[in-house]
């Protein structure tokens, strides 16, 4: 499954990339930090999985879950965030997946499999 990380602060994105690094079923094929480079490299990449900051500056969440399912068919996107009360516009968006970053690391792991299954 390739994966594609995608938010603003470095320490995130290395922290994912260890822990994603340990799954030997998922290629990460890129970071982003910021909306314009993750689309670019979702059109470029067509990663099967987005770890999206659902407040990654620019533009609304919202208007961009569309555009990525539109770049790339079948992609799965589990939305990231330390406010809990984005949950519930992310799965208005369409998001497969919320977690929250204060969320033990297994949870992470444990929904990654589970969409993986679904690919």
């Known amino acids: 499954?390739?994966?594609?990380?995608?938010?603003?602060?470095?320490?995130?994105?290395?922290?994912?990339?260890?822990?994603?690094?340990?799954?030997?079923?998922?290629?990460i094929?890129?970071?982003?930090?910021?909306?314009?480079?993750?689309?670019?490299?979702?059109?470029?990449?067509?990663p099967d999985l987005i770890l999206l900051d659902w407040e990654l500056p620019g533009k609304s969440m919202i208007r961009i879950i569309p555009i990525l399912r539109q770049l790339v068919k079948g992609l799965k996107i589990i939305a990231?965030?330390?406010?809990?009360?984005?949950?519930?516009?992310?799965?208005?968006a369409g998001v497969d997946a919320f977690i929250s970053k204060g969320e033990n690391s297994d949870r992470l792991l444990k929904v990654i499999r589970a969409l993986k299954g679904q690919a």
Do not use: P
């Open 29 to 46: 094929i890129g970071e982003a930090e910021d909306i314009d480079s993750m689309l670019s490299s979702a059109e470029s990449d067509h």
């Open 80 to 92: 990231l965030s330390v406010r809990l009360e984005s949950a519930g516009a992310a799965a208005e």
């Open 1 to 27: 499954m390739k994966v594609l990380i995608a938010d603003d602060q470095s320490e995130v994105r290395s922290a994912l990339k260890v822990l994603l690094e340990q799954e030997t079923e998922l290629d």
